[in-house]
């Protein structure tokens, strides 16, 4: 696969079963033969199609060698969070959520992607805490809608400006799941943190 050829793709579309590169300058979508070929699409925008779960997610990258130990393991613990193993607790999950958004505070500017597990009534819920584990079954959407909040730092209020849409790479899909899967770090330190959280929960109730 010539690395030049992500280049010329508009789009990488991500199924169940198959992936596909479509090109900027017609309709025409080419299956990759190889799931290590998702590696030189990095920069493309993505689009996920209905029922691709999170696990359909970690099997490409575990594929992608290159992807695996040269883009994300340097500063991301992928490895200890992919192979922790565990039972999977009853969680109110529906599904798992992609979302860009911007942050305005006076004149500092963040772009952002936020990841979530979204609840049964719509509510959604910081997966940081949550072990790969128990969310990988789960379907992955994407929302592409462009949201800017203009906080006000006076009265802590926050204005809700619509941008239109702005689409997610490659690229930024996967460090958006797997930084806050490791917003605590490993698997091991995460589960101090939350103790340490549960610990101070008893002390206040």
């Known amino acids: 696969m ?14 169940q079963h198959t992936v596909w590169a479509k090109k900027w300058d017609t309709d025409e979508a080419t299956a990759l033969p190889l799931l290590s070929d998702c590696f030189y699409y990095l920069h493309n925008e993505v689009e996920l199609l209905s029922g691709v779960t999170l696990e359909r997610i970690i099997e490409i990258v575990c594929q992608n060698l290159y992807l695996y130990e040269i883009v994300l393991t340097p500063i991301i613990p992928i490895r200890e969070i992919i192979e922790e193993i565990g039972d999977i607790p009853k969680e109110d999950f529906q599904y798992l959520l992609l979302e860009r958004f911007a942050e ?3 004149d500092e500017f963040e772009d952002s992607i936020g990841f979530y597990a979204i609840g ?9 805490f949550s072990p790969l584990y128990n969310l990988k079954h789960l379907e992955l959407k994407m929302c592409n809608q462009y949201t800017l909040w203009k906080h006000d730092t006076k009265n802590f209020r926050g204005q809700e400006i619509a941008l239109g ?3 997610i790479t490659w690229l ?12 605590n770090g490993t698997p091991e330190q995460r589960n101090k943190e939350l103790k340490k959280w549960d610990d101070l929960w008893d002390e206040a109730t």
């Open 2 to 15: 010539d690395k030049g050829l992500g280049e010329l793709m508009k789009k990488l579309i991500i199924g």
């Open 104 to 106: 305005q505070f006076n």
């Open 120 to 128: 049964q009534y719509g509510q959604r819920y910081n997966v940081s």
């Open 165 to 167: 849409n702005k689409s």
């Open 172 to 183: 930024e899909l996967l460090y958006a799941i797997f930084w806050e899967l490791s917003w």
